[in-house]
């Protein structure tokens, strides 16, 4: 089977070679760079349409996407994120002027592109008109979607008469991205089975940057390789450093001074990173921030108070002329300047493992080209083996085995249990810390190999690799660059800062004491006090009084001296963990006074008395459980500082009680001492936590010694409230009912 049997070529005259690897069976096609007019090549001037299979298209702006739109039949493109989905929908196909569908929701629309007067009924309704429209205008459909609506977008074309599924050829562009989400949006597994079920001779795979894939149903899809006859590599001056943020700082700051009206583009996919060099930068001219702007995505927009802007949507300029780009801008967010581009690289930090294929992405953003390129790096032997294929899927298969076992676990009538078995099923759907995932559910929630998380694994492996030297690095993107190591910076190791346990002193010592009882303390305050003590202790005493301040349940000035007293220890770390999750538990759980979750930790503490160490832990676990149904409720400082509890239930008896220890022939047996762990509790405030309200108690009523009834409830008040002191008073002829019912009417102040 030749060429011609499987791609429909538009203009032949273009091509400057063919050929097909026997061993692979990839199809390459070198075409020529420009056309008469001097105007780039596009694969619209070359093909009648995208064949089916995967395409590297080899350079971005190749015109792949464009193709798909423009060709004469029914398609539907996948776009990896909503920003790139919707700024293709806002202008029409280049060639035919087609009109194009966006599948997205209402929110998603009014977020991305300000549209805010469709169908309250969403994408759905919208779909059904798009779809007679084009019976109208006698046009093919033409939709964009994301991954996340794609089984949606297929449940609603399946229930129409006019059109099937399978009339429509199925694109998913940037694929590679899709690969690199899979870690953290399990749904690309799903997304990919719909490709496979899709008809072979309508789905296809497109990519400028294509990773490797090891799915052995890809396996058998036709491979095209396109490429430019003389692509000229880009120029690249590659700087090692110690200290990226430093570095960074000085190189931009060098940029502006010989190239003083042009703008600067800086891919730092790092939230600490990015504010640290902010501070290098106002420290050389406090004038720059003026001239500084932070595109990232919304969820870190809170980071950069006054820095965040957005790309011009009308002309597809930057805002400043220094500008930071994250990943949520690394795909698909197209530029129309020049800049001088610098992309921070540290093999150190997940984030900022950077491969060629990445940063030829970066690159594409720019599409009229750079300025300059410029790449700032640190680099370090890897401490890990890179993973093999062969025992990802050793380990998927045993992990599968070891699923199915834990299914007695989930069905276990016990609601403990059975949470204990979703959790070990968690943990290997979405991988923990040395744990990884290769697992995904399929059809029918089959547990399958996900080989799309393989992908990732195996090229994070590679790129690893690739950051050991920059020597290494050099040689391995010449595909794409020609690199030149310019300098190397060792002293940019930051110098030894002041300590920051001190920072953290100073932090508590910030805010005045009146403003925090009495909550007026803004938002902005703790941002800014958080630049001044940017140390992670430092930001976490600041959350502290951020959670504390208002709440009449602290002893405020006790909060403050007991951080002092911490922080001055000489397990200064350790102790304020546990301080700053006892807090954050407190703020969230004892404050709730509406809600139920103020009475779990007394409900379930108070209930025992003398328990042994495995009667102990059983009530650790229980009390997890509860606070597992919680989480939901709760914001992501919260989350994490609660979930610690949950994955460390001995964590319990440091954070939120203090235990008694009794010996009985030998045999430790343990009881609850305080809630108060710290001493920073307002416990007349909170008597659900009082175990001492008993005796507050008595001294504020009169009951007489005189009286039998009151004398035995005296001598009840007195003892330990515990199940044995209760039975004692039965013996004693208190009806059943009676001494807890005092208690509560006690404890709900009716008896004051």
């Known amino acids: 089977m030749g060429f011609s049997d499987k791609i429909s070529f538009k203009n032949l005259s273009l091509i400057s070679s063919t050929s097909e690897d026997e061993d692979t069976g990839t199809l390459s096609v070198i075409i020529k760079s420009t056309l008469e007019d001097g105007k780039p090549v596009k694969l619209g001037h070359l093909l009648h349409e995208l064949p089916a299979g995967i395409i590297d298209k080899g350079v971005t702006g190749f015109g792949g996407t464009t193709l798909e739109l423009d060709c004469s039949r029914p398609s539907i493109v996948v776009e990896p994120y909503n920003y790139t989905a919707g700024s293709k929908s806002k202008s029409p196909s280049i060639s035919n002027n087609y009109e194009i569908f966006w599948y997205a929701s209402i929110q998603a629309m009014n977020e991305v592109l300000g549209w805010n007067s469709f169908h309250s009924n969403g994408p759905m309704v919208l779909l059904e008109w798009y779809l007679e429209r084009c019976k109208i205008n006698k046009q093919p459909p033409k939709i964009l979607v994301i991954p996340d609506q794609l089984q949606s977008l297929k449940d609603q074309i399946d229930k129409l008469n006019d059109y099937n599924w399978t009339d429509f050829h199925l694109l998913f562009d940037e694929i590679d991205s899709m690969q690199e989400q899979i870690s953290f949006r399990n749904k690309m597994h799903k997304v990919t089975q719909i490709h496979l079920e899709h008809p072979k001779e309508k789905r296809t795979f497109l990519s400028a940057t294509l990773s490797k894939f090891h799915d052995p149903k890809l396996k058998e899809e036709q491979y095209y390789k396109f490429s430019y006859e003389d692509a000229e590599k880009v120029k690249v001056d590659l700087i090692a450093t110690t200290g990226v943020a430093k570095r960074t700082a000085l190189t931009i700051v060098q940029r502006l001074e010989s190239n003083k009206n042009e703008k600067i583009l800086v891919a730092y996919n790092h939230i600490k990173g990015i504010l640290n060099t902010l501070e290098h930068l106002l420290k050389e001219d406090k004038n720059l921030k003026q001239s500084i702007a932070v595109l990232c995505g919304t969820e870190n927009k809170k980071e950069f108070e006054g820095y965040t802007h957005d790309i011009n949507q009308d002309t597809f300029t930057l805002p400043k002329q220094i500008n930071f ?32 294929r990445t940063l030829y992405q970066i690159q594409g953003r720019c599409r009229p080209g750079t300025l300059s390129q410029t790449w700032i790096g640190r680099f370090s032997k890897p401490h890990e083996k890179q993973f093999k294929v ?26 403990q249990i059975s949470k204990a078995g979703a959790t070990i099923e968690n943990i290997f759907y979405n991988g923990l810390d040395d744990v990884p995932s290769v697992l995904a559910l399929g059809k029918d929630n089959k547990r399958e190999i996900s080989y799309f998380k393989i992908d990732s694994l195996i090229e994070d492996g590679i790129t690893r690799g690739y950051l050991r030297h920059p020597n290494t690095l050099i040689r391995m993107s010449d595909t794409f660059f020609n690199p030149v190591l310019t300098a190397t910076y060792e002293e940019d190791k930051d110098q030894k800062k002041e300590d920051p346990l001190d920072i953290a002193i100073k932090a508590n010592q910030h805010f005045d004491m009146d403003d925090v009882i009495n909550g007026n303390v803004a938002v902005k305050d703790i941002a800014t006090a958080k630049k001044l003590y940017n140390t992670t202790t430092g930001k976490q005493v600041l959350e502290i009084y951020q959670k504390i301040q208002g709440k009449n349940i602290f002893l405020h000035n006790k909060v403050r001296k007991q951080l002092n007293v911490i922080l001055g220890s000489d397990n200064a770390k350790a102790s304020f963990k546990k301080f700053y999750r006892h807090v954050h538990y407190h703020a969230v759980f004892t404050n709730d006074h509406n809600d139920t979750k103020h009475t779990l930790l007394p409900k379930t503490f108070k209930e025992f008395n003398l328990v042994n160490k495995k009667g102990l832990q059983s009530f650790y676990n229980n009390y997890g459980t509860m606070l597992q149904q919680a989480l939901p409720t709760l914001n992501k400082t919260d989350k994490k500082a609660v979930t610690y509890l949950i994955t460390r239930p001995n964590a319990m008896k440091d954070v939120l009680v203090t235990l008694k220890t009794t010996y009985i022939k030998k045999v430790a047996y343990y009881s609850i001492q305080t809630f108060d762990v710290f001493g920073v509790l307002n416990l007349p405030e909170t008597t659900e936590l009082n175990l001492n309200l008993k005796k507050t108690v008595e001294r504020k009523i009169f009951l007489s010694e005189d009286d039998p009834m009151q004398k035995k409830l005296l001598f009840w008040l007195n ?24 208690a509560k009417e006690i404890i709900d102040g009716n008896l004051f």
Do not use: W
């Open 325 to 356: 780009i994250t990943a949520a801008y690394f795909n698909g967010h197209d530029i129309l300047e020049k800049a001088h581009l610098i992309s921070c690289i540290d093999a150190n930090i997940t984030s900022l493992r950077l491969s060629p």
């Open 390 to 415: 062969k025992v990802l899927e050793d380990y998927a298969a045993l992990t599968i085995h070891l699923l199915e076992a834990t299914e007695k676990i989930k069905s276990y009538d016990d609601p």
């Open 719 to 742: 003892t330990s409230m515990n199940d044995r002191e209760y039975n004692r008073c039965l013996k004693e002829g208190f009806h059943p009912d009676l001494p807890k019912q005092i």
